[in-house]
Nanobody, 124 residues
């Protein structure tokens, strides 16, 4: 059974940092694109960051570029999202996802495996 399990969410003050992890099990994702999405209450899900199979190519939403960093450790079957300079508008449930392609995937339709999500709350 394929599972993606996120961890590392929590409550942080504005300007603080959090590091999210997404551990995959059930199969290896070393040849798959990975992404982090978020969804705030009353808003549509949005892609925050994405990475290709090797970690050598990344994509960031404009709202997080320069503050968030996506990375992966294929030996651990894990993808990470380092979030710095957090803002209240970053508050959302963050989910990781795995796509079937090698390259960066920027559309939600390109992802086939999804985690349950972890809550990130940034207080002002």
């Amino acid at each position: 059974q394929v599972q993606l399990v996120e961890s590392g969410g929590g409550l942080v003050q504005a300007g603080g940092s959090l590091s999210l992890s997404c551990a995959a099990s059930g199969r290896t994702f070393s040849r798959n694109a990975m992404g982090w999405f978020r969804q705030a209450p009353g808003k549509e899900r949005e892609l925050v960051a994405a990475v290709n199979w090797s970690g050598g190519s990344t994509y960031y939403a404009g709202s997080v570029e320069g503050r968030f960093t996506i990375s992966r450790d294929n030996a651990k079957n894990t993808v990470y999202l380092q979030m710095n300079s957090l803002k209240p508008e970053d508050t959302a449930v963050y989910s990781c996802a795995a796509g079937l392609s090698l390259g960066v995937v920027v559309s939600a339709q390109g992802y086939v495996y999804w985690g349950q999500g972890t809550q990130v709350t940034v207080s002002s």
